[in-house]
Nanobody, 123 residues
Framework: QVQLVESGGGVVQAGGSLRLSCAAS????????MGWFRQAPGKERIFVAA????????YYADSQKGRFTISRTNAKNTVLLQMNSLEPDDTAVYYC????????????????WGQGTQVTVSS
């Protein structure tokens, strides 16, 4: 089992920045990649970004390219999501998750999830 703990959400004005953190513990050797998803009220959970556990490959949703950066700190088994130029449409609960195999862009492929952290962007 892998346990995930997210932090870093909050309220920010449009154009501002936030950095989300996701710390993994437990059976981290089973992790192939870690991803971030978000879910706005009444909407489905959608892909934001992902990174291979080695850190060598990153993946982004088109709407986040150039604004969000995903990275990994090897020593602490932590994945970071730096979010810049935030927009009101970025408001959602953000979840990190781990992937052992499958499609990196699809939520159903992921097998462990954090509790979520709220990001609110005011206009």
């Amino acid at each position: 089992q892998v346990q995930l703990v997210e932090s870093g959400g909050g309220v920010v004005q449009a154009g501002g920045s936030l950095r989300l953190s996701c710390a993994a513990s437990g059976r981290t050797l089973s992790i192939y990649a870690m991803g971030w998803f978000r879910q706005a009220p009444g909407k489905e959970r959608i892909f934001v970004a992902a990174i291979s556990w080695s850190g060598g490959n990153t993946y982004y949703a088109d709407s986040q390219k150039g604004r969000f950066t995903i990275s990994r700190t090897n020593a602490k088994n932590t994945v970071l999501l730096q979010m810049n130029s935030l927009e009101p449409d970025d408001t959602a609960v953000y979840y990190c998750a781990t992937l052992s195999s499958g499609n990196i862009y699809i939520a159903d492929s992921y097998n462990a999830w954090g509790q979520g952290t709220q990001v609110t962007v005011s206009s």
